[in-house]
């Protein structure tokens, strides 16, 4: 796969995307939109990949939309294709990662500003450096958190510090975005990488179809009624279970109940086992 903004390595069933436009410090130019967009529909079934790594080349993980490239230039002078492009650079921030059926996780290694808190928001997991720094810029140049920005604001953060940052156009570090639970968890920038791999691969090792009704179970919940998520578990426990041919019931709890290990305490080593 190559791509002019991108770059992919698949380690051990984990995807590493790095969006690759270091002079630009990774803003999100038309072509980065139709190039994700490409590759996370590459990605989607290609059975050696479980888990995804989503981070940015040098020292910045993304700057925002190509201000230049993007609303310059796209929508002023071809306005038809600025609307393509918007809502591809919607989607795939958006439904996309929220719906994807595998694992996704952002590492943020640097700069994160305006439209990167999409990403860092669809991701399932985010783990950033302590001296990574964030803003929500837009307000600094007279626009505010527009296309997927403002709904991603209101999904995963508090509102008081959404408000705050939006209306400010403050930075923010590390520290703080794990403080304000924005990301899980914040380490030294010399230690992100490993830190973030090893949870790739530890959640790699898991069940693909189990780690997907985890996903499923989770996000349309929170768009459903207490009935019909009931009712949508019910039929995945299903799913899961023919996915498995028969494998979480079968050899999950039937070693358990055979006294054969304690999955409370127990993890990798029984997938592993089993696979
Ligand atoms: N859109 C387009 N180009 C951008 C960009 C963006 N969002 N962010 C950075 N760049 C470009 C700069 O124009 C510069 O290009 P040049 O070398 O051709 O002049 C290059 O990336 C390096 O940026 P520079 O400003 O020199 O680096 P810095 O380390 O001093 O500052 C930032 C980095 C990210 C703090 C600063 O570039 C910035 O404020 N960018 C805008 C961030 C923003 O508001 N994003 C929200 C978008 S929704």
Redesign the pocket.
Known sequence: MNFETLKVDIDKHVARITLNRP???N?MNPTLHVEMTELLEALRDEDDVKVLVITGAGN?FC??????EFFHELKVDNPKEFRRVFRMAGEWRGRTLRQYPKPTIAMVNG?C???AFSIVEGCDLALAAEEATFGL??VN?RGFPGGPVSKSLANIMHPRDSLYYALTGRTFDGRKAAEIKFVNQAVPLAELERETMALAHEIAAKDSAALRACKDGYRFALEMTWDASISYTAAKEDEVYMAQSGGWIESGIGDFVKGKYKPGLQGNEKVEADS
Do not use: I, T
């Open positions: 002079d630009k410090k803003a910045s700057a925002g939309m190509d201000l230049k700069f500003f305006g439209g810029s837009e140049f």
